[in-house]
């Protein structure tokens, strides 16, 4: 079993930053693929971002690239989303989850763990 827990996530203007901390327990954290979804009211969850088991292969849903950066420590047990440029529309709940492939980065039904989620609210 993993348990993921999010946390950064908060209240920032419009134009500001977080950053997003998604730790990890249980099984060897390098064995799985995380990625950050993003689900707001009345929305399906959303891909976001994905980053391989080593960290050396990263994938972004094409509307945020540019804007926000995965990574992660697998010394610490830790992957991170660094959200810059930040929209109204940017506004949800944010989770990461963690599965054993690469290879089904964007799709929510593939993973096998989840973090209960922090919120991030972006004012206008």
């Known amino acids: 079993q993993v348990q993921l827990v999010e946390s950064g996530g908060g209240l920032v203007p419009a134009g500001g930053s977080l950053s997003l901390s998604c730790a990890a327990s249980g099984r060897t954290f390098s064995t799985l693929a995380v990625g950050w979804f993003r689900q707001a009211p009345g929305n399906e969850r959303e891909f976001v971002a994905g980053?391989?088991?080593?960290?050396?292969?990263?994938y972004y849903s094409d509307s945020l690239k540019g804007r926000f950066t995965i990574s992660r420590d697998n010394a610490k047990n830790t992957v991170y989303l660094q959200m810059n440029s930040l929209k109204p529309e940017d506004t949800a709940v944010y989770y990461c989850?963690?599965?054993?492939?690469?290879?089904?980065?964007?799709?929510?039904?593939?993973?096998?763990?989840w973090g209960q989620g922090t919120r991030v609210t972006v004012s206008s």
């Open positions: 989850g963690a599965q054993p492939t690469y290879s089904y980065l964007t799709l929510a039904n593939k993973y096998n763990y």
């Open positions: 980053i391989s088991k080593s960290g050396s292969s990263t």
